[in-house]
């Protein structure tokens, strides 16, 4: 089992730039999860999918869009990247939304933007 | 927002002392509670949750929650260089599946 797997691992774009951030999960669970970590701010919820053709806001939602694209995929579309994007991204997934289930994360995607 | 907060440290310990790392949380209705840890560059792994008032072990690792104080704590008894580490704390929040702090950086030295 791979678990959690995110592509790319590092990417630098330019400011106006677009891309995809990719994360997949073996464990068959329900609900996935995108974070990002910026020093001294903690982990902060961009957007989740309790399920499967679900999708939420999380806590920093602006800039950023995202797609379930079945029960193994969830990811991360930037339209136009920006410096204040410049972070580290985590994929997460969990059997279920609720919060008794843990989440298991992915290895993180490094991006800046300059 | 509902808040979780932990102290920023460093903290450091010496091999083999009790390493204490302490959270609060804002949201009342809180029921379940999780303690991560993250070396730096990777990333953050579960390591202890709670649901009930008092005290849970596993291994060198005990949690304590007292819900009515809405404070939760993590003790590593037998400190190890190996345990150095930042530890988040994690809390369910109303909407949020989970609402983390900004972690603990624990430094534990030989």
């Known amino acids: 089992n791979a678990g959690v797997t995110q592509t790319p691992k590092f990417q630098v774009l330019k400011t106006g730039q677009s891309m995809t951030l990719q994360c997949a999960q073996d464990m068959n669970h329900n609900s996935m999860y995108w974070y990002r970590q910026d020093p001294g701010m903690g982990l902060r919820l961009i957007y989740y999918s309790a399920s499967e053709g679900t999708t939420d806001k999380g806590e920093v939602p602006n800039g950023y869009n995202v797609s379930r694209l079945n029960k193994r995929e969830f990811s991360l579309r930037l339209e136009s990247a920006a410096p204040s994007q410049t972070s580290v991204y985590f994929c997460?997934?969990?059997?279920?939304?609720?919060?008794?289930?843990?989440?298991?994360f992915g290895p993180g995607t490094r991006l800046t933007v300059l | 927002q509902k808040e979780v907060e932990q102290n920023s440290g460093p903290l450091s310990v010496p091999e083999g002392a009790i390493a204490s790392l302490n959270c609060t949380y804002s949201?009342?209705?809180?029921?379940?509670f999780f303690w991560y840890r993250q070396y730096s560059g990777k990333s953050p792994e579960l390591i202890m949750s709670?649901?009930?008032?008092g005290d849970k072990e596993d291994g060198r690792f005990t949690a304590q929650l007292n819900k009515a104080s809405q404070y939760v704590s993590l003790l590593i008894r037998d400190s190890q260089p190996s345990d150095s580490a930042t530890y988040l704390c994690a809390v369910p929040s109303g909407n949020t599946p989970l609402v983390f702090g900004k972690g603990t950086r624990l430094s534990v030295i030989a």
């Open positions: 997460a997934s969990s059997e279920g939304p609720g919060g008794y289930n843990e989440q298991f």
């Open positions: 949201d009342r209705v809180s029921q379940s």
């Open positions: 709670i649901y009930s008032n």
